[in-house]
């Protein structure tokens, strides 16, 4: 399959009151996103990995050996990676938070605030660029995972039920170098916690 770049699931300026601005999905999207499009298709022509779906080149071209991963797979999961993150925010989000994910996360880690404060403790930490996430593990069980540079979940098996983007990109110009307070606020104003209990 050839990468195409999705359009935005809102306007570009649907989120601008909750945190993230225009000018930040504009770059994000418009220019970060397509970046990994235009390059991940430079990348698979001629080879083995053309006209496999994203999720088989991930699986495919993922090395846990490698200091650092090849040009195939960095594009290839950060497209998945940013198709993924649109979802997981939403105009109007920040809403009640669907029961079953509610329970599942208390069970999970306690409470649904020790959870967020795990999460938030994950991307903080997350030494230069990568993601932090909530995932399904491959036995049930519900985790929070960071990641360097564009690995992610599908790497190791499990199901990404919510990823936030901690690469400088997604937060320098609303919020500077104040990773943490960017972290705040897409737990609490961006995430669509719909879309997570929906992939639970």
């Not at 170098?177 to 897409?186: I, Q, V």
Request: aromatic share 12%; net charge negative; hydrophobic share 35%.
């Amino acid at each position: 399959m050839a990468f195409e770049l999705p359009d935005l699931p809102y306007p570009h300026d649907a989120l601008a009151d909750l945190g993230m601005s225009r000018e930040t999905l504009e770059y994000h999207h418009d220019i970060h996103h397509k970046a990994y499009v235009d390059n991940g298709n430079k990348a698979v022509a001629g080879t083995e990995w053309e006209g496999k779906t994203v999720e088989e080149v991930i699986k495919g071209t993922y090395d846990p050996k490698a200091v650092a991963q090849n040009g195939i797979f960095n594009n290839a999961s950060q497209y998945w990676n940013h198709n993924q993150f649109w979802k997981w925010m939403a105009p109007g989000a920040g809403k009640k938070m669907p029961g079953e994910l509610e329970r599942a996360l208390t069970e999970a880690f306690g409470s649904v605030d020790k959870f967020k404060e795990e999460f938030s403790a994950a991307g903080a930490g997350q030494f230069g660029s990568g993601w932090c996430w909530l995932v399904k593990d491959k036995d049930g069980s519900l985790k929070v995972t960071k990641t360097e540079n564009g690995v992610n979940p599908l790497c190791f098996g499990q199901t990404a039920l919510l990823g936030c983007d901690v690469w400088e990109h997604s937060y320098y110009i609303d919020f500077r170098n104040k990773r943490p307070a960017y972290l705040s606020n897409f737990l609490e104003k961006l995430v669509n916690w719909e879309e997570v209990a929906a992939r639970l």
